[in-house]
């Protein structure tokens, strides 16, 4: 839990992934296209990526990817993000964690 705080806090919008996820592909896209750098674990890839994800459930994700963080707070799943960016509030909450400057 303590390496997974440390990921969450080392960047502005964080956001633990499966290449083998369709929604985890949205969620990136959605942030790349809004010109954010995100940090992105492939939990499918990286090291102790089973560890993270349980780590991950035990906060609380279901399901465990996508699961984003802006400024160090989780906002949640694909759902979440989805819906923050209909009622325009993904923007305004990327410019607070200072991952978006326009």
């Known amino acids: 839990m ?3 705080q440390k ?3 080392e960047k502005s919008v964080v956001i633990f992934s499966k290449n083998s996820c369709c929604m985890s592909h949205t969620v990136k896209t959605l942030f790349i296209d809004f010109g954010v750098n995100p940090t ?3 939990l499918d890839e ?3 990526g089973k560890e993270i994800e ?3 459930a035990q906060l ?3 399901p465990t990817v996508p699961v984003v963080f802006i400024g160090g707070q989780l906002v949640g799943g694909a ?3 989805m819906s923050l960016h209909l009622n325009r509030s993904l923007v305004p909450m990327l410019k ?6 326009l």
């Open 96 to 101: 607070r964690a200072g991952a978006l400057w």
């Open 7 to 9: 990921m969450i806090s």
């Open 79 to 81: 759902n979440q993000v």
């Open 60 to 62: 609380g994700c279901s």
């Open 40 to 42: 992105i674990y492939e």
């Open 54 to 56: 349980q780590a991950l």
């Open 2 to 4: 303590d390496k997974l």
């Open 46 to 48: 990286i090291n102790r």
